[in-house]
């Protein structure tokens, strides 16, 4: 184990006991899970939300599949990790902030994001924090744009209710079972709207 894997696993440690329910796990996500979680992402996909970040995992394997370190805005509410994200990323957009609070925010000059990564822990959260976070989230994507999702439960972490109440449809994508503890990986994307039968009626 390198001294910045040391560091960041005392780091979430530290985060974890002061706030078990939103950090959720006891250890950073593993490589095999960042693949998993950026892996429909590029530098095409333009602007990038990043919600919970914790120590960067996601975040540096973001810009190693090319997204400019400058098209990424983290949101980031435990105050160590958002000190250490400010010093490991300094170009990008890092805000110390609940991520319900998402939706008054403004962001990349007024330009809207081509997804969001999100590794906070949903399954902790009441249904109306959860309502509030994907309601900001997709404010801020483009059409045809994406919120990938990780979890540690069995299935989405999403309650079937407010994906439809939201218009929304989730599949998984990926999965990460070598990770500490076992993960999966959904998309969450706008359902297409249906053509109107007025015209055949």
């Not at 990043?50 to 810009?63: C, D, R, S």
């Not at 994200?85 to 330009?111: K, N, T």
């Not at 309650?159 to 599949?171: E, S, T």
Request: proline content about 8%; some cysteine; hydrophobic content about 45%.
């Amino acid at each position: 184990m390198t001294a910045a894997q040391t560091f960041d696993g005392f780091t979430f440690l530290r985060e974890w006991l002061t706030a078990p329910l939103r950090v959720g796990a006891v250890f950073p996500s593993g490589a095999t899970l960042a693949r998993a979680m950026t892996a429909d992402i590029g530098p095409e996909t333009g602007n990038v939300i990043e919600l919970g970040p914790g120590t960067g995992v996601f975040t540096q394997a973001l810009i190693e599949r090319g997204v400019p370190e400058r098209r990424l805005a983290l949101i980031e509410a435990g105050p160590d990790f958002a000190t250490l994200l400010d010093v490991r990323f300094p170009d990008a957009r890092i805000f110390w902030m609940d991520a319900s609070r998402l939706r008054r925010l403004q962001l990349f000059g007024g330009e809207q994001a081509g997804a969001v990564v999100s590794g906070l822990t949903l399954l902790s959260m009441t249904p109306r924090k959860i309502f509030a976070i994907l309601e900001g989230a997709f404010g801020h994507l483009r059409p045809g744009g994406a919120f990938y999702q990780v979890t540690y439960g069995p299935r989405c972490p999403v309650p079937r209710p407010l994906l439809d109440r939201l218009g929304l449809k989730a599949k998984r994508v990926g999965w990460a079972l070598a990770n500490v503890p076992p993960a999966s990986v959904y998309r969450i994307e706008r359902r297409a709207c249906r053509p109107s039968l007025e015209g055949w009626r």
